[in-house]
């Protein structure tokens, strides 16, 4: 009997090694080389290598002389993953959805899988995790039933395949894809191998047959998806689910997105009866804001196309050790230290001798340029002791000479204020022009952060 040869694989990044080693040389991390049986040949992967998306053999073709169709998205009842997906569910496609246990996945994409079944579309939940009483008893909970609803348990990738040979469905849902195994591959479920080749082999599924397919990934204590980077690369969307597990509220946004805008959020609020959507998450983020708080404002920040009133709030305090900290929650911390060096630098804070903590509530993350002076007008106003109105929205981008800086889409995030009952806008000076202003709303047009500081705290 031949000898099988083994190969050790890091369970991070894929990378592949004839002996074992305590650091993984490609992505550096520790003690994750895992010893694996090298698979004798492969036919699986040419016969996909060959057939392309279509499962005939493909062949080099001019792109002129390629037919395309276009095809309608397919909505759900949920606006916000509509708008998260860009739109709606494209045929053929293969979304993957991260989140920490418990956060509410399942129960997202079983609510989704019913709401399209309601549609006449047939939708196969596949449980790798629960028995079929188990999601029966979930669906009852959550008020689902419909006979286009097919539920299956099952872990052997070849059974699985079979099964959507068989029933041809509009819609899979593989929860989740660290349980599903191949039996050809060797290595354990939830390994490099196998979670390459079953998503590889669901791929193949989805594009010849254009069915979509949902995949649940679980996910590391670091917040990343668990199993290679690979995995991310093969599919076309996906989608991120986090919150905590103690409070009420979600949050969908993608990071990955071939069909759309990777920018957009989706808010939900998980209820007795399931996942509800938040029309307007603005009056969700500013509900609990203390009155007359130092420390305190509100900014109008774009999460894709819709506009999104959050709360940034700092604290400044002396420093009881000889460097300084600097801490900062949903706010990009090399950020924050740029922008209390600017004000250091051009306004005269001395903030060096100062411990610095900010945080977005609400468990949002802002990227874009125009939080920065909400930003600056915060730690200003903790740092003063001096409370900001309440009804101001402060807007706008700075620069490393204290200048304030134009946005985009001011007239949206403006409107946005109104709604919310916000009386004045700081925001730059040179986005006064070309559009017309909201009523009822003073706009109050500011060059410079020391400018911004003497109209939010009086100097």
């Given amino acids: ?33 895992v010893e694996e049986v090298e698979s004798t040949g492969s036919t699986r992967r040419g016969a996909f290598a060959n057939t392309g998306n279509t499962g005939v053999a493909a062949k080099a073709t001019p792109i002129t002389s390629i037919e395309t169709v276009s095809e309608p998205r397919i909505t759900t009842d949920l606006n916000e993953l509509n708008r998260v997906l860009g739109g709606g569910v494209v045929r053929g496609s293969l979304v993957l959805i991260g989140g920490d246990p418990g956060i509410g996945k399942s129960t997202l994409l ?66 989740s894809i660290q349980t599903i195994f191949h039996p050809e591959v060797t290595s354990a479920p939830g390994s490099v191998s196998q979670v390459r080749e079953c998503t590889a082999e669901l791929m193949r599924i989805g594009k010849t047959k254009g069915i979509a397919i949902f995949i649940v990934g679980h996910v590391t204590k670091e917040g990343s998806i668990a199993g290679p980077r690979l995995l991310e690369h093969m599919v076309d969307t996906v989608l991120y689910f986090e919150g905590e597990r103690h409070h009420t509220y979600r949050i969908l946004r993608a990071v990955k997105n071939r069909f759309g805008s990777t920018n957009e959020m989706g808010i939900f609020e998980m209820k007795e009866m399931g996942l509800e959507e938040v029309a307007n998450p603005s009056e ?24 999104v009133l959050v709360e940034i709030q700092a604290l400044i305090s002396p420093t009881s050790f000889g460097n300084p900290r600097r801490m900062a929650t949903g706010i990009d911390h090399n950020r924050v230290s740029l ?34 002076l909400a930003v600056a007008v ?37 409107q946005e204020a109104a709604k919310l009952g916000f009386e004045r806008i700081i925001l730059p000076e040179n986005n006064l022009g070309g559009w017309t202003p909201t009523r009822g709303v003073e706009l109050i047009g500011v060059s410079s952060v020391s400018h911004a500081l003497k109209v939010t705290l009086g100097g």
């Fill in 1 to 33: 009997m031949a000898k099988r040869k083994t190969k050790f694989m890091c369970q991070e990044c894929g990378y592949e090694s004839p002996k074992w080693m305590g650091k993984c040389p490609g992505c550096g991390q520790w003690n994750k080389m």
């Fill in 110 to 175: 079983l609510q989704v899988s019913y709401q399209l079944a309601k549609k006449a579309h047939s939708v196969l939940y596949i449980s790798g995790e629960e028995s079929m009483r188990q999601t029966k008893l979930r669906a009852d909970r959550l008020g689902i039933t419909s006979d286009n609803l097919l539920v299956y348990s099952e872990t052997n990738l070849q059974e699985i395949s079979l099964t959507i040979e068989n029933t041809n469905p509009d819609f899979v849902i593989v929860d």
């Fill in 284 to 307: 969700i983020f500013l509900e609990e804001r203390s009155q007359g708080a130092s420390g305190s404002t509100v900014v109008a920040s774009m999460e894709g196309t819709r506009p």
């Fill in 339 to 372: 922008l209390m060096a600017v004000l250091e630098k051009r306004v005269g804070l001395l903030l060096a001798n100062q411990d610095a903590y900010l945080k977005v509530a609400g468990g949002v993350k802002l990227d874009e340029p125009a939080i920065d």
């Fill in 378 to 414: 915060s730690i200003a106003s903790s740092f003063r002791d001096k409370p900001t109105r309440a009804t101001d929205c402060i807007i706008g981008e700075v620069g490393l000479t204290g200048e304030v800086r134009r946005v985009s889409r001011i007239e949206q995030r403006v």
